[in-house]
Each structure stands twice: as structure tokens, then as C-alpha cells.
């Protein structure tokens, strides 16, 4: 998978993408990820990217053709997938959306700032609006480093069995059931006998039923 992050802001996309997992995805080759700086596609001497909104009111605006030529530019090298835009008032993020952009060969995101940007980039490029939650950020990068890392640890080959995404909270509409490990007492807490039991079966019982508790008392809307 190849993920092309377009923005103001590339300094804020670095560190999620060296450490942990994302590192190591990368380095295995199973991820490219590029930034792209908006800046540089800019068509006058002074870069820039935004401009005032017509009609007025306060706040700029990302201009299209910065945008325009930096898209065209990457889709003259390969075709992509998806063309999402980070914004607040896109489609909320949830794993099942993270489940289907794991399974793409090549992805833009476009992170907006300011006001946003010129509705016609909207319109004419944008495949998927995507946003990460009901606040306002103040620029789309956080966001865009949110869903990379929620798909990347997806793909296959991302994660070892022992941190298998197969059993994530909201994967099967469940919350994932209590854990825990070594010691199996402290300070008197003791960690349920059936975890200790040995019997996979019964485990697995014990897990399912949880997950169903836990849910219902967090989140009942899951299980609608
Ligand atoms: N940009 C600003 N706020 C955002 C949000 N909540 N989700 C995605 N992109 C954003």
C-alpha cells in the first residue's frame, strides 16, 4: 500500500511514522508513506496556498490550484484508490471504514487547514471525506496520522499473531473483553480462576460474555 499525504504542515507528520509499528511497517515494505508539501505546488513568488473567501467573512481559504496541481501530479505517476479529505464534517472514522481503506493499493490525503479548502476541490477530487470525531482540530495532519495508523496496523503482516487485530475492540461490534496478566495475585487482586483454568473453551465462553457486558454498559448502540 502506498499512502500520499498532501499538507501545510509535513513537520507534523514525522514521528507518528517513526516509531512502533508504523516504523516497522515501513521498513518491512509493507507501507510507503509520502508527504507532500503544498507549499511547493504554489503558483506565485510568495507560496502562497490560501486566499480570502469571496463573499468575505473571516478565515482563508486553500486555493485549488495549489491542490489541482499536486494531485495531478501524483496521479500522473499511478492511479489511486481513494482521494479523501480530512474535515470535520466528513463521515466519522470507524474500523469498518479503516477495514476497507487496509485493503487499497494506493491512497491521497488531503489535509485541510484554515477554513478549509475551495468547495470545488471537494467536488471535482475528493473520492471520501473522512472526520475523526465531532471537534475541531486545527489542521487535518493529527487526523490524517490517526487513520494511517488505524489502517496500516491492518494489513497484513502489519502485526505478529500476539497483537492480532482480529481481536480489537469494534472489529466483530464488540468491546474487546478484560485482560490480564502475571502476577495472578496482587495485593489481593485476584485475576478470574477461569482465565487460569487452562480450558480454552470455557475461556472463550468467559471472554464472549464479558465483551457482551462490557459493550452493553459502554456502548449499547454497538449492539443495535
Ligand atoms: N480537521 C479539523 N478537525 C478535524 C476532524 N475532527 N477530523 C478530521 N479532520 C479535521
Known amino acids: 500500500m502506498r499512502i500520499d499525504i498532501i499538507t501545510v504542515l509535513p513537520e507534523l507528520l514525522t514521528s507518528p511514522f517513526e516509531a512502533s509499528i508504523l516504523k516497522r511497517a515501513i521498513e518491512k515494505g509493507l507501507v510507503e508513506v509520502h508527504t507532500h508539501n503544498l507549499r511547493d505546488f504554489s503558483t506565485n513568488n510568495y507560496k ?16 485549488i490550484e495549489p491542490i489541482d496541481k499536486c494531485i495531478s501530479m501524483l496521479k500522473s505517476e499511478r492511479e489511486y484508490d481513494e482521494i479523501i ?15 476497507e481503506l487496509s485493503l487499497k493499493e494506493n491512497i491521497i490525503i488531503l489535509c ?13 477530487f475528493i473520492t ?16 490524517a496520522a490517526i487513520v494511517c495508523d488505524a489502517v496500516i496496523r491492518l494489513i497484513p503482516g502489519v502485526l505478529g ?5 482480529l481481536t480489537d ?14 502476577p495472578a495475585e496482587y495485593k489481593g487482586w485476584k485475576v478470574p480462576e477461569v482465565l487460569l483454568s487452562g480450558n480454552t473453551a470455557k475461556i472463550e465462553a468467559w471472554r464472549e460474555h464479558e465483551a457482551q457486558k462490557h459493550t452493553a454498559a459502554r456502548r449499547p448502540d454497538l449492539l443495535d
Open 48 to 63: 502562497q496556498i490560501d486566499d480570502y473567501q469571496f463573499g468575505g467573512g473571516a478565515g482563508m481559504v486553500m486555493m
Open 85 to 99: 479529505y480530512m474535515t470535520p464534517d466528513g463521515t466519522t472514522l470507524t474500523q469498518g471504514i479503516a477495514n
Open 112 to 124: 485541510g487547514h484554515y477554513k478549509g479548502v475551495d468547495q470545488r476541490v471537494r467536488d471535482h
Open 128 to 143: 471520501r471525506e473522512i472526520s475523526i470525531g465531532d471537534f475541531v482540530l486545527s489542521g487535518g495532519e493529527l487526523a
Open 161 to 165: 499473531n500476539e497483537t492480532s487485530a
Open 169 to 182: 475492540s469494534f472489529q466483530d461490534n464488540l468491546l474487546a473483553p478484560p485482560i490480564y496478566t502475571r
